[in-house]
């Protein structure tokens, strides 16, 4: 057990290396704890409730975080921030804080080689910003409504965002261009490409995984299967359904590929986790349009 204190825990991420966890706490503040002991490393005071975190990508030295904080109240305040730790276990040192965006911020991601700082909002947009001096670059509107996720391909030259309207879309990182809508019948909260996709031959599979499903708050009125709380699994590529994953009786909040691709895990409104290890038709073209 990690304990984060008294706040809700709303985002953790752990290094490639698996021996560190970095937790966003709302008691405004961010934890880093050794993941084989549960000892905590550090403990960062925020301005704010912490919504997201996440470890630079760099293999082997993954020594800096990005994270994001709100403004709740009239003590607190919003910024993204990006913090950098002196060795494994060193002082956190911040480099820089960002509080020039209008609509709160829902996650931020590092983009491509550690470059960028991509960060998505509520009203729609997504925002680059300069990972090294936090000098704004770009900005553009992505979707229509509150963007709930980004996910990424493993070298991070692709992204999916999903939005609250039931679309999902799939970016160049490079010049942010829309290459491909994916379009489904319920609110999306998460979504996630396949790792698979990186991967060459017939292990190839050009797949992403959406989940989302009927607001919580009308969860009691309806039943499971009214609600559209399955896992759907799209073909990158031709844009059309594959197939779709049942089990959860709420709505879905996190979805996360296996790294083999094999398999995914979902978090869901109802309280549970499941995990899901593909049959063997799934390795088959059977589900290949």
């Known amino acids: 057990t990690y304990d984060c204190g008294k706040g809700v825990v709303w985002n ?22 050794d993941v084989c002991t549960g000892a905590i490393i550090h403990e960062i005071p925020e301005g704010g409730p912490c919504k997201f975190v996440e470890w630079n990508r760099k293999p082997g030295e993954q020594n800096k975080f990005v994270v994001v904080h709100d403004a709740f109240g009239s003590q607190s305040t919003k910024a993204i921030k990006v913090w950098e730790l002196d060795g494994p276990n060193g002082k956190p040192r911040r480099l820089w804080s960002q509080d020039d965006y209008a609509s709160r911020c829902v996650q931020v991601r590092w983009g491509p080689y550690d470059q960028t700082i991509i960060s998505c909002h509520e009203n729609g947009d997504i925002m680059i910003w300069n990972a090294e001096t936090g000098e704004y670059i770009n900005e553009f509107r992505g979707h229509k409504q509150f963007i709930t996720c980004l996910s990424f391909s493993d070298d991070r030259l692709l992204m999916l965002s999903s939005c609250s309207d039931g679309s999902a879309k799939l970016w160049d990182t490079i010049d942010f261009k829309c290459l491909k809508t994916y379009q489904t019948d319920r609110p999306l909260n998460a979504c996630g ?3 698979r996709f990186n991967k060459a031959g017939e292990e190839r599979k050009c797949h992403v995984m959406l989940g989302g499903g009927q607001a919580a708050e009308d969860v009691t009125t309806t039943a499971s299967g009214e609600g559209k709380f399955e896992a759907l699994i799209y073909h990158m590529v031709y844009q059309e359904e594959l197939g779709s994953c049942k089990g959860h009786f709420g709505p879905l909040n996190t979805l996360c590929w296996m790294p083999d691709g094999n398999g995914y895990a979902s978090g869901g409104e109802d309280g549970y986790v499941r995990i899901y290890h593909f049959d063997e038709p799934y390795f088959t073209d059977k589900f290949e349009p």
């Not at 970095?22 to 961010?30: E, F, G, H, L």
């Open 193 to 195: 490409i396949s790792p």
């Open 12 to 33: 953790c991420d752990c290094t490639l290396d698996s021996k560190r966890l970095i937790c966003a706490s709302a008691d405004q503040k961010v934890m880093i704890f």
